[in-house]
C-alpha cells in the first residue's frame, strides 16, 4: 500500500504553493460570491433560467433548485462582488438583466455542486480550513485565528463566519470537481510525449526567480473605496515602485519610506526563489516577461495594488532530491483491530526486532501492508512528499540500516527500516509531471462544462420572476 502518490504529491504541492502566494487575492470573497458565466454559455443556459425582475422582493426566493433555494439577497450580493471585481481589473460592468442572469446561472451551478458534495459526504478537513485561514491571517498582519476574527468581524459583523463557510464550500467544490472531472480527462504518456516536443513546453523551464512582492493594501473595501483612497493607494505603489527600482535596494527601508503616513502596514516583502509554476497565474505572466532588476507595473486586485520585483534568477537543468530505500510492517486499526490491540501487537514485535529478529521476515508475516508485505515490506526509494507527514518524518529521522521506534499514522501502526539514502535526478519525472498537469488544465475546463452542463440537465430548477 503506498501511502500517497507522487504525482498526485508533485501536483499538491505545486497547488498549495500558488494557494499560499495568492491567498489575499481570495481575501474579501463573501460566500455568495461566483464568477460570472461567458455570455455564450449564459444564452445557453437562459432557457431554464428567466430574466429577472426588479419587482421581485429583496429577501425572497429567487430560485429553487432541487430542494434548496438562492435569495434575491443572495444574488445581490454576488452582482455586487461580481462588479467590484470588474472595477479593480479596470473593465466596469454595468448592472444589467444580462448580468444577472449570468451571476444567477453561476449561483445555480454553486448550489447543485455543493448539493452533490454534501451527498456524497465530502467534508474538508477542519485542519486544512484552519490552516488556510491561519495564512490569510499571516497576510493580513495578524497572528491569530481570533486576531483574523476580530479584525473582519470589526468591519463587517459575521464577516469572519462567512469567510470560513466560503473556504469550506470552495474545498467541498474543489475536492467534488476534481473526482468528477478527473475522470473524464485522459492523459497518455504518448500525449505527454508529444507535448514535451512541442514549443509550449519551453514554459515548462526549472528556472527559479527570487522576487520582491509587496502588496499596498486599500483602506476599505473596493467597493466602498472613493476616488481618494483609490488615488491614495496608487500614489504609495507608485512611490514603492520607484525606490525598488534601485539595485541592492533594501526592501524593508523601500516599504517603510513608501509607507509614509498610510494607515494601512504594506504587507509582502522578500519572497526567496520559487518556480513559475508555483505562482498565481497573473503573478507568474508577470514574472517572467520581467528580467533581472525590473519592477512590474501597479497590479490592480480588488484587495490592493501589487508591485513585483525580479530580483534574481536561475537556470535548473538538474532536480536532485534525496530518496530513501525504506521498508515497513503495519498494524492496520479497524472494526476488528482497535488501536490499544494494534498499539500492543506492534510493541510485541519491536521487541522481537531488539532480540535480532529478521525485520522483512516479520514484515512478511505480520504486515497489514499486502502491497509491501510479500516483499519484506519494502517500499522501494520513497521522495519527499511521498508519504504522509508521521511517516516522512520518522524516516527523515532514520539512521540508515537502523529501524524506528513504533509510530502511529492514519493508516495504523508502523515500524519503518531505511536501508539505504542517496541524492536522485528527477528532472525528466519532474517534466513528465508538469506535462501531465499542463494537459490536464487544458483539457480539464471543457470536462468541467460538460459535467456542469450533464448535473444541470438533471436536476430540477425554478426560478421565480
Known sequence: MRLFSLRQTNRAILMSMSASLGLVLAFNAQAATVEPTNTQNASAQSQNTNRLTSATSTDGIIALVND???????????IMQTRARAQAAGQPIANSPQLQSEVLNGLIQRELQLSLANRLGLQPDDAAINQRLAQIAQAEGVNSLAGLQQKLDANQPGRYAALRAKLFEDAAIQALQQRQVSSRVRISEQDVDAFLASPEAKRLNQNEYQTIHVRVPYIDDYSRLSAAQREQALAVANTLRTRLL????????????AQGSYPIPLQGGDMGFHSAAALPTELSSQITKLDVGEVSAPLVTPEGIDIVKLADKTVNNKMIVPQWDVRHILVKIDE???????????????EQLRQGADFAS??????????????????????????VGEFEAVMKNTTVGDYSAPFRSQFGWHILKVDDKRQQDISNEYRRDLARQALYQRLAPQATEDWLQELRAGAYIQVIE
Do not use: F, H
Open 68 to 78: 434548496n433555494a438562492i435569495l434575491k439577497s443572495d444574488l445581490i450580493n454576488a
Open 246 to 257: 534601485e539595485s541592492n535596494v533594501d526592501v524593508e527601508a523601500a516599504m517603510s519610506a
Open 336 to 350: 476488528l483491530q482497535t488501536d490499544s490491540l494494534a498499539q500492543q501487537k506492534i510493541n510485541d514485535l519491536y
Open 362 to 387: 516479520l514484515a512478511s508475516t505480520y504486515s497489514d501492508d499486502p502491497g509491501s508485505a510479500g516483499r519484506g515490506g519494502d517500499l522501494n526509494w520513497v521522495g519527499e512528499g511521498e508519504m
